[in-house]
C-alpha cells in the first residue's frame, strides 16, 4: 500500500543580517541544525538583504522550479518584512511572510522595494511604509506564484489581528486580494484551537513555524505537510488545507498569552480583566497589554480552546478536533525538558552531551519528542528524560503563562528529580 509522502517545514526563520539574530546562522549552519531538528524544507529568511541574497546565490543549488538546496535540505525563498503604515485612521504594524519561486522574481521584488525607498541592506526584516495589499501585490507582480503568510497573526504589536496595531479581520487589511491568503501563522502564544472560533479561519491553513532568531529555536514550531518537500509541493499544500498536523509550544510558554503589563508584574487572565473592568493596570492606571487568548476570544464566534484543559492529547500526543480539521500537538523543547530534569541550565554542556546523543540516537529531535516510544526512549535517555518526554507530548504539564513581551514557563516536573539519573549519559 502507498504511503502518503510528508514532509517536516520551517518557514519563519532568519539569517544573521536579521536585527537583534545570531551570528551563527549561515547557511551552513542552517542546513545542518535541520537535519538535527528533523526538518526536511527550510525557508531561506531574509532575501531581501543584499549580502544574505548573495550567498544564497553562491550557496543554493537549483532542485527544481522555485525548490532549492544546500547541505542535504531543501529551501524555498522566504523572507519576513515588517509594514508600517496607517490605514483607518490608525497606525498599523503587521509582520508578513513572503515566498517567491526564483531568485529573478526575488530581485523583480527587491528593486520594486529599492524604487520605493527602502534600505535593503539595514536589517533582514526590513520594515516598509507600504500596506499590506500593497506588498502582497507586488509580490504577485514578481511572480504569480508568489505566496503570503501573516506572521504570527495575533501578537498584539506586529500582528494582522493584534490587539494594539491590528485589523479585525483579514478582509479589512487585504480586501479584493484575501482569497489569495491561504494561511496565517499562529505565533506562540496560540495554537490551531484557539483559533478554530475565529470565522475567517475556516478553509484555511493554519500554520506553525519557529521565527528561529538563533539556532536553537529552529523547529520549535514545525508544520508536517502532505506532500513533496518542493515549492510546487508546498503551494499546493497551502492551497488544499493539505496538512498531516502541526506542531505547537504550549501556547502559555509565548510571551503574549495572557493581559498584562511587564513593568509593574500585572498577569491577568481575560476573565481576571474582564472582572476588573476597563483594561487598566491596577498598579499604574496604564492601559494592559491584551494578550493573544483575550484578543481570540473576541474575534470569535464561539468558544475559542486556550489551554483550559478541555482539550485532551491522545497516547500519541495529537490533538484531535472532531470535524476534521488538521491535528496539532504540543512540546517542549528537548534542551527546556533536559534542562529541568537535570537542574541546570539549557545552554549547559550536560544539555548539549546528552541532546546531540539522543538526536543522534533516536534520528532527529522531533522524532525524539514526537514519534520514538517508551521502550526506545527509556533504553537511549534513561528512566527520568523519558518520562519527561512523555509527560510533555501528552499534556502532563504545569504552565506559567507569559504576558506582555514575558516568556511564560512550562513544566514537566512539580520538583526536580533526583540527582544520578544520568548513569552513563554523560
Known amino acids: 500500500m502507498d504511503i502518503e509522502p510528508q514532509f517536516v517545514a520551517d518557514l519563519h526563520i532568519h539569517s544573521r543580517y536579521a536585527y537583534a539574530c545570531s551570528k551563527s546562522l549561515t547557511l551552513a549552519n542552517l542546513a545542518a541544525g535541520a537535519r538535527v531538528k528533523g526538518i526536511g524544507l527550510l525557508a531561506t529568511g531574509d532575501f531581501t538583504h543584499p549580502a544574505w ?20 535540505v531543501n529551501f524555498v525563498l522566504g523572507t519576513e518584512i515588517s509594514c508600517v503604515y496607517r490605514q483607518g485612521g490608525k497606525a498599523r504594524r503587521l509582520h508578513l511572510l513572503l515566498f517567491l519561486p526564483s531568485l529573478e522574481a526575488v530581485a523583480r521584488f527587491n528593486g520594486e522595494l529599492a524604487r520605493r525607498g527602502v534600505k535593503l541592506e539595514g536589517d ?3 520594515s516598509v511604509g507600504v500596506a499590506a495589499a500593497e506588498l502582497a501585490s507586488l509580490a504577485l507582480d514578481a511572480d504569480p506564484a508568489a505566496m503570503v503568510i501573516p506572521a504570527h497573526i495575533w501578537t498584539p504589536w506586529y500582528g494582522l489581528l ?82 498531516a498536523y502541526t506542531v505547537e509550544f504550549y501556547p ?79 512540546l517542549v523543547p528537548l534542551e527546556e525538558l533536559l534542562a529541568e530534569t537535570l537542574g541546570v541550565g539549557r545552554r549547559s554542556k550536560a544539555v548539549g ?36 518526554v512523555l509527560k510533555a507530548r501528552t499534556g502532563r504539564v504545569v504552565a506559567d503563562p507569559g504576558f506582555d513581551g514575558r516568556y511564560g514557563t512550562v513544566r514537566v516536573w512539580g520538583e526536580r528529580p533526583g540527582k544520578g539519573w544520568q548513569g552513563g549519559l554523560l
Open 353 to 388: 552531551k546528552i541532546y546531540q546523543k539522543l538526536c543522534a540516537e533516536l534520528g532527529s529531535e522531533l522524532a525524539t519528542l514526537a514519534w520514538v516510544g517508551a521502550s526506545d526512549l527509556q533504553r537511549a535517555a534513561g528512566e527520568q528524560v523519558a518520562e519527561a
Open 53 to 72: 541574497l548573495a550567498e544564497l546565490e553562491a550557496g543554493l543549488s537549483l532542485v527544481d522550479y522555485g525548490t532549492y538546496r544546500h547541505g542535504g
Open 252 to 330: 502559555e510558554e509565548g510571551k503574549y498569552h495572557y493581559n498584562g503589563h511587564r513593568n509593574c508584574e500585572v498577569r491577568q487572565s481575560p476573565e481576571e480583566t474582564a472582572a476588573a473592568g476597563g483594561g487598566r493596570c491596577p498598579v499604574c492606571g496604564r492601559p494592559l497589554t491584551l494578550g493573544v487568548l483575550h484578543r481570540v476570544r473576541s474575534l470569535s464566534a464561539g468558544d475559542a480552546g486556550g489551554g483550559d484543559g478541555e482539550l485532551v492529547a491522545g497516547g500519541d500526543g495529537l490533538i484531535r478536533p472532531l470535524d476534521g480539521r488538521p491535528p496539532f500537538l504540543r
Open 124 to 126: 533582514g526584516r526590513p
Open 162 to 243: 493584534g490587539s494594539v496595531s491590528g485589523f479585525d479581520s483579514l478582509e479589512e487589511c487585504f480586501g479584493g486580494l484575501t482569497p489569495l491568503v491561504r494561511a496565517v501563522e499562529t505565533g506562540l502564544s496560540s495554537d490551531p484551537a484557539m483559533n478554530w472560533g475565529v470565522p475567517e479561519m475556516a478553509g484555511r491553513a493554519i500554520v506553525s513555524f519557529s521565527d528561529a532568531h538563533s539556532l536553537p529555536n529552529l523547529g520549535r514550531e514545525l508544520t508536517i505537510f502532505r506532500g513533496k518537500p518542493t515549492y510546487g509541493g508546498l503551494k499546493a499544500a497551502l492551497e488544499g488545507n493539505a496538512i
